[in-house]
């Protein structure tokens, strides 16, 4: 591993069941990449997205982030994860959502935040009141509030029309710039066509050598 | 395939499959139990009226069956009906007896029997038993067989040869054995654990020269005393007595009942052997009197707890319908697929009924097994039979198929409903149940305050369920608007879980003020019965007090002195002072007299009572039952008792509200008038007479009366003191032991079973099983929120744990909701059921205008155990939200 490594993984197989989602994985990413996770649905995509996160272990392999398993950050300052479903609290706002990693901590919300992805109108609304894109947007908004150093987003402009997406691409490469690995798992295009890493997976097999 | 994966659904569903399940015992047990417990009260009442009659009781009362006759027994008319005996069933082998009954039949001539041998003559009547050595107290049984036994006091030995002598009439016979006989009695002694010869008392003949002392007598078995005394020309009365079965059934009595009726009409038109008995043939029994005594008092019980019956089972039922609802809204995409598949609603239904077939047999089969486990534990104390329990199975039966019918209607309404859907022309809004259910609980409420009617209806039953669900709408309510003041967070760093809950109570979910109004009405419901436990309980003793007074309540003809036969005599020259050497009777310490006059008073020309007591000895042996009433009449007993100050008799008043502000009263009892001086206003007391009634004591009262104080012996029975006064014995112990014959002895246990008090018993349990049933369904309605809220906020709160909140607090967050909630619906309960004490009374109290009232109020040991229940619940709850789903599976999008 070299110093530059902030994300890497040793021949990493994962079993759910009787199938194997991701077979012999290897990989390693520096910090201030945006790098892709491409490949067709059912590929193992959001799989090794939840596998850096820490979220479970692999079936076998290493899943190391800033040189620990994966499986030991419980910081989101350290790894952030926007899963497939947001997964926000119903019950707090959009504002609320987006910035409580921060007010957990006792830190002040970048004031921007809100704005860059369009959410200033929606700050005091209930997210159970919001449509499934403006929720997605306040996921990223809460993935990215604390700068955290590896970023993970699983399908971040799945329910984005267009000029949200462009808010949701200036975000990221915003995020990348202030250092941040950000790992995203997609099939859209644009987001590709900006990626300083793509990895295609194919079958649960990385085709491109790390 | 999916008919066969419908079967097997049970087993896939996890934790919601178990409150399936629950569902199902719960309606299996509310339809199942009213047949058990039927049963169970019918032979508890009957088991009670048997238990109820004396020992010494007569035939006619008694659970047995006695035919009486002068043929013998071994006569072709008698062991016909000796047969006919033995086939009624559930009775004993008939006991046969015989005793002499000549010295009876021979009307005024003189008539004696003796038993003599050399020099020793003693007065002796034959008196025949089916085996003597088996039915005697052996105290020497050196002689051969076959002949007769004698008390041993009167000191013949066996082996002898005595002469047996009626008038001119001789037989002789040899000496079996002897006998003991009770301690200064001639009655035989009973063997131990054996009541029999103490039974027969009263039918042993009397001696030859006295008609106050029961003969010796010359005991044989049946042949031997038919010889002896045809030898002797003397008559046997024959009988033959059949006791009912221990432990028998209502039904078997009755059945037993049935067959006795048939036997005493033969009896009654027969002719035995073809002649006419010299003493006429005749059945006693009072089995069918007892059994009739239990029907009707089981009957009244019914028709108290019949409407709480068809509660527990509609609400059971609607525990059903309300976990099918439960389990649409949690499968509705499911249902949305099977009709996009092109399942149609019939079929949807069909499938669900299969699927919910498995847990409704198990389900309504356990609930026959629970409810038979709740009848025989904690219903009345009667057994439950076959009669019952095969139709109490079918009931059960019936509710798995009530149950499978809602299983299969609410789906298929619901697949119909996406089959076609309507074009919302404005937005679909939910159901506004609580607001009909707070103008339904306010105008039953309101109707049953202001019913004129003294008896409650059927439909007054429900005011307070529709009260505590009243209270949880508003609970509920209260708790959103009061989470909701402050809605924003304070600046600066998010600390504890409070902020979390609070935002989360705050959301007018109307899941969450459904499941606070289900558990309002439970927990309400338990508390309710409980407390009205607690008060039906405490009135019922206090009410038994106060008709009976005491345990045992002797009316003497004529005064006191024939307790005391040094009682001093009324002087010939009428005075008003105290005649020397008058006394009151002594008495052991479980005895006093009490002396009840009438009273009149020019306070309003009514009549009263006036009780004389030794306020010592009162205080000790009257009933107090267990109430505040009685209690404050006991207190106030205690200023009876000091030294009676000069010219004053102070008095305590019961139950006379129109000398309410009345501290002196003008009384006269005919013999005296005066003044009572009333230091004490009581609304009951001990011995009550439906009349206000003024309790003095005797040391300050009788001294004013002087010839006519009662305790003096009457020169003339006949003369008249123009007083009415009665003297009673009041005991905690009989009166047997007192040398006294009383005109009659009224006692606490007869008023106990009343019918109306025998119902208030069984119906009170019966009412804390449905209470504490529908306490449990506020359990499951707490169980059934927790898991649907954590199943829906899981990924939620998987990420709020990720983003910083952490585990710990999470979870804390978790159950200060889960604690508040609870709370907040006890708090409710509490305040719903206070809210219904003022009408407690009118729905309680089957008798309102006896005394004491009913008192309703709300109990420690009640709110304890409600509050136990609470926290229970919310335990249980806090396991439902540990959920056991992979994080990962929760984060993927694959609806």
Same mark, same amino acid.
């Given at each position: 591993m070299t110093t530059a490594d902030l994300v890497r993984l040793d021949q990493v197989t994962h079993v759910r069941g009787a199938t194997t989602?991701?077979?012999d994985v290897s990989l390693s990413l520096p910090s201030a990449r945006l790098a892709v996770l491409a490949g067709?649905?059912?590929?193992?995509k959001s799989t090794l997205l939840h596998l850096m996160a820490g979220v479970m272990p692999p079936t076998s392999g290493t899943v190391l982030v800033d040189g620990k398993p994966a499986v030991s950050h419980h910081e989101w300052d350290r790894v952030a994860l926007l899963p497939?479903?947001?997964?926000?609290?119903?019950?707090?706002?959009v504002a609320e959502n987006a910035h409580l990693p921060a007010r957990l901590r006792g830190r002040t919300p970048p004031p921007d935040l809100l704005t860059r992805l369009g959410l200033d109108p929606l700050?005091?609304?209930?997210?159970?009141?919001?449509?499934l894109g403006e929720q997605q947007r306040t996921a990223i908004a809460r993935t990215l509030v604390l700068t955290p150093a590896v970023a993970l987003l699983d399908e971040?402009?799945?329910?984005?029309?267009d000029e949200h997406v462009s808010l949701v691409l200036d975000a990221l490469t915003s995020a990348v710039t202030e250092g941040t690995l950000v790992l995203v798992a997609t099939h859209d295009q644009r987001i590709i066509d900006l990626a300083d890493d793509l990895l295609p997976l194919h079958s649960g097999r990385l085709e491109v050598p790390a | 395939m999916l008919v066969r994966a419908a079967f097997g659904a049970l087993f896939r569903a996890g934790l919601w499959s178990v409150l399936v399940v629950l569902a199902f015992v719960v309606a299996g047990t509310a339809c199942a139990a009213p047949a058990m417990f039927a049963e169970a009260g019918r032979n508890a009442a009957f088991q009670a009226g048997r238990d109820a009659?004396?020992?010494?009781?007569?035939q006619d009362d008694a659970a047995l069956v006695r035919l009486t006759g002068s043929?013998?027994? !071994?006569s072709a008319g008698q062991q016909r009906l000796l047969t006919e005996l033995r086939t009624?069933?559930?009775?004993?082998?008939p006991r046969l007896d015989g005793g002499s009954a000549g010295k009876e039949l021979s009307w005024s001539k003189p008539w004696s029997s003796t038993v003599e041998t050399g020099a020793k003559k003693e007065q002796a009547r034959l008196y025949a038993v089916t085996d003597p050595a088996a039915e005697l107290v052996v105290a020497d049984a050196g002689g051969p067989p076959g002949g007769v036994w004698l008390p041993e006091p009167l000191g013949f030995r066996p082996g002898e040869t005595v002469t047996i002598t009626v008038d001119k009439n001789r037989a002789t016979a040899t000496v079996t054995g002897l006998y003991t006989v009770v301690p200064g009695g001639r009655r035989p002694a009973d063997l131990p654990g054996s009541q029999s010869w103490a039974l027969r008392d009263r039918d042993l003949p009397f001696d030859s020269k006295s008609t106050s002392v029961k003969a010796n007598l010359i005991i044989a078995d049946v042949p031997t005393t038919e010889r002896l005394a045809e030898q002797i020309h003397d008559q046997i009365l024959w009988s033959a007595e059949s006791t009912l079965d221990p432990g028998v059934t209502l039904e078997e009595a009755r059945e037993t009942g049935r067959g006795v009726a048939q036997l005493r009409r033969r009896v009654a038109g027969q002719s035995f052997d073809g002649g006419q008995d010299a003493v006429e043939g005749r059945l006693a029994s009072g089995i069918g009197t007892i059994a009739e005594q239990a029907r009707v008092a089981s009957e009244t019980v019914r028709q108290r707890t019949r409407p709480i019956e068809w509660a527990a089972i509609t609400v059971a039922l609607g525990t059903v319908l309300a976990m099918v609802l439960l389990s649409v809204r949690r499968r509705v995409v499911e249902v949305r697929h099977a009709v996009g598949s092109g399942v149609v609603p019939a079929a949807v239904g069909g499938l669900w009924l299969a699927e919910h077939l498995l847990p409704a047999l198990l389900g309504s089969a356990a609930g026959w097994g629970v409810a038979w486990l709740l009848v025989t534990?904690?219903?009345?104390?009667g057994p439950v039979t076959a009669t019952s329990m095969l139709p109490a199975l079918g009931a059960a039966g019936l509710a798995a198929l009530a149950g499978l019918v809602i299983a299969a209607v609410v789906p298929a309404l619901a697949a119909a409903r996406y089959v076609r859907?309507?074009?919302?022309?404005?937005p679909r809004r939910p159901l506004p149940w609580a607001t009909p259910v707070l103008v339904i609980a306010l105008a039953a409420g309101a109707g049953l305050a202001g019913s004129q009617d003294q008896a409650v209806r059927?439909?007054?039953?429900?005011v307070p369920l529709l009260a505590l669900a009243a209270a949880g709408v508003l609970a509920g309510l209260l708790l959103t608007r009061l989470t909701g003041l402050r809605r924003s967070f304070r600046a600066g760093r998010l600390r504890g879980a409070g902020w979390l809950t609070r935002r989360r109570l705050a959301d007018n979910s109307g899941e969450r003020r459904l499941a606070v109004a289900v558990m309002t009405a439970g927990l309400g419901m338990l508390l309710f019965a409980l407390c009205a436990m607690t008060a039906a309980a405490t009135t019922v003793d206090d009410r038994v007090a106060v008709q009976a007074g005491a345990e045992f309540v002797a009316v003497l003809?004529?005064?006191?002195a024939q307790l005391d036969p040094g009682a001093a005599e009324v002087p010939e020259e009428p005075t008003k002072d105290p005649v020397p050497g008058v006394r009151t009777p002594p008495l052991p310490a479980y005895a006093t007299v009490v002396w009840r006059y009438d009273l009149y008073s020019d306070l309003d020309g009514t009549q009263r009572d006036l009780l004389v007591v030794d306020p010592v000895k009162f205080r000790e042996l009257a009933l107090w039952g267990s109430g505040p009433d009685l209690a404050q009449a006991r207190a106030a007993l205690? !200023?009876?008792?000091a030294a009676p100050e000069a010219g004053r008799i102070l008095a305590i008043a019961a139950a006379d509200p129109a000398a309410?502000?009345?501290? !002196?009263l003008p009384a006269d009892t005919g013999s005296w008038k005066g003044m009572l001086d009333v230091v004490a206003h009581v609304a009951a007391f001990p011995g009550l007479d439906a009349k206000p009634t003024y309790v003095v004591s005797e040391s300050s009262f009788?001294?004013?009366?002087?010839?006519?104080?009662?305790r003096l012996a009457a020169?003339?029975?006949?003369?008249?003191?123009?007083a009415f006064v009665r003297t009673l014995i009041w005991s905690s112990q009989g009166?047997?032991?007192?040398d006294v014959q009383p005109e009659r002895v009224n006692t606490a246990a007869a008023v106990r079973q009343r019918d109306i008090y025998v119902a208030a018993n069984r119906a009170r349990g019966y009412q804390v099983a449905v209470a504490a049933y529908l306490a449990l369904l506020a359990v499951l309605a707490l169980c059934v929120h927790a898991q649907r809220t954590a199943a829906t906020r899981r990924a939620s709160d998987l990420m709020l744990i990720r983003v910083g909140l952490g585990r710990g607090r999470a979870l804390r967050a978790r159950l200060l909701e889960l604690s508040l909630l609870a709370a907040v619906a006890l708090a409710g309960a509490v305040a719903g059921v206070a809210a219904l004490l003022p009408l407690g009374t009118r729905l309680l109290d089957?008798?309102?205008? !006896?005394?004491p009232p009913l008192h309703f109020d709300l109990t420690v040991p009640a709110l304890a155990i409600t509050a136990a229940v609470t926290m229970a619940a919310v335990f249980l709850a806090a396991l439902f939200t540990t959920s056991r789903s992979a994080e990962e599976a929760s984060y993927r999008d694959d609806g």
């Open positions: 989602v991701l077979s067709r649905s059912g590929s193992g497939q479903r947001p997964a926000l609290a119903p019950e707090l706002t700050a005091d609304r209930p997210t159970h009141d919001t449509s971040p402009t799945a329910h984005q029309d | 009659v004396p020992g010494t009781a007569r043929r013998s027994p !071994r009624i069933p559930h009775l004993s082998e534990q904690a219903g009345p104390p859907p309507l074009p919302p022309a404005t059927n439909v007054d039953l429900l003809d004529g005064g006191s205690a !200023r009876l008792e309410a502000t009345e501290s !002196r009788f001294p004013h009366l002087g010839s006519a104080d009662p020169r003339d029975p006949n003369a008249a003191d123009g009166i047997d032991k007192l089957d008798e309102p205008l !006896r005394l």
